[in-house]
């Protein structure tokens, strides 16, 4: 394996900045994911992740406990907690590439973007499984 488009999700899970709070955490919780890349005609404007939802919500279990969901979330869109600007690779980069910056920004994804399009996500959590896999390292 060397390049990011072998290991990473193409069939990803995504919310538009208009999109509700609400609606980030019931997808969330439904794909059991940690973050969603914020797509605007196609384009990555932004991701939001379980933290910018536990910061906006004040609930550190927010995608575990509905009982404590609030109607205010569906009138909060995804743009008010989203951070701006993720950072992107192209399928072609290297594993390596992603793995490092994964480390070194202390995040736990990147959106995979070709001719600023999105094509996939990396996570922390394909790199670990693709060294799982018969005959990896």
Known sequence: MNTVAE??????????PQ?????AIRLMRLGQMRRLP???NGVVVGIITSGDLRRI??????????S?????WH????ANAM????IVLPP??????????????????LPIVQEGRLVGIITASDLLESLMEPGAG
Do not use: C, Y
């Not at 290991?7 to 538009?16: L, R, S």
């Not at 999109?19 to 609606?23: D, E, F, L």
């Not at 951070?83 to 993720?86: A, G, I, Q, V």
């Open 7 to 16: 290991i990473m999700t193409t069939d990803v899970v995504v919310v538009e």
């Open 19 to 23: 999109n509700s709070i609400a609606t």
């Open 38 to 40: 914020v797509v605007e």
């Open 57 to 66: 919500t004040g609930l550190a279990s927010v995608l575990k406990d509905p």
């Open 68 to 72: 404590q969901d609030n109607f205010l």
């Open 75 to 78: 009138h909060i869109p995804v």
């Open 83 to 86: 951070s701006h600007d993720p």
């Open 92 to 109: 072609d980069a290297p594993i390596s590439s992603a793995a490092r910056l994964l480390v070194e920004q202390k995040i736990g994804g």
